[in-house]
């Protein structure tokens, strides 16, 4: 059974950096044509794709984010993170992993979901 837990600092300030991860447990995030993605629902509001890391390491990255948001993963601890800089009080949301066995940004195309962690940019 996949399990995708995050974690992360709940609280910062804007302009500043931070970083979420996502430990995943019961399959490589080696595996082939797996797909590691990073959603987001901010207050209100709906599932927002974020982008993505492929099995063979490649990333991808919607346009609101480009430039911004950095995903990488560290093999050998079968890990996925989030990087966040500058910022923002709009960034505010509940950050999920999710893993597809597709190229994909529909939420209903993701096998398996974490549990969410809330990230609150405010000063």
């Known amino acids: 059974q996949v399990q995708l837990q995050e974690s992360g600092p709940g609280l910062v300030k804007p302009s500043q950096t931070l970083s979420l991860t996502c430990d995943v447990s019961g399959a490589s995030i080696t595996t082939l044509y797996y797909y590691w993605s990073w959603i987001r629902q901010p207050p209100g509001k709906g599932l927002e794709w974020m982008g993505h890391?492929?099995?063979?390491?490649?990333?991808y990255y919607a346009d609101s984010v480009k430039g911004r948001f950095t995903i990488s993963r560290d093999n050998a601890k079968n890990t996925v993170y989030l990087q966040m800089n500058s910022l923002k009080p709009e960034d505010t949301a509940v950050y999920y992993c999710?893993?597809?066995?597709?190229?994909?940004?529909?939420?209903?195309?993701?096998?398996?979901w974490g549990q969410g962690t809330q990230v609150t940019v405010s000063s």
């Open positions: 999710a893993a597809a066995s597709k190229y994909t940004n529909r939420k209903d195309d993701y096998n398996y």
């Open positions: 890391i492929t099995y063979r390491g490649f990333t």
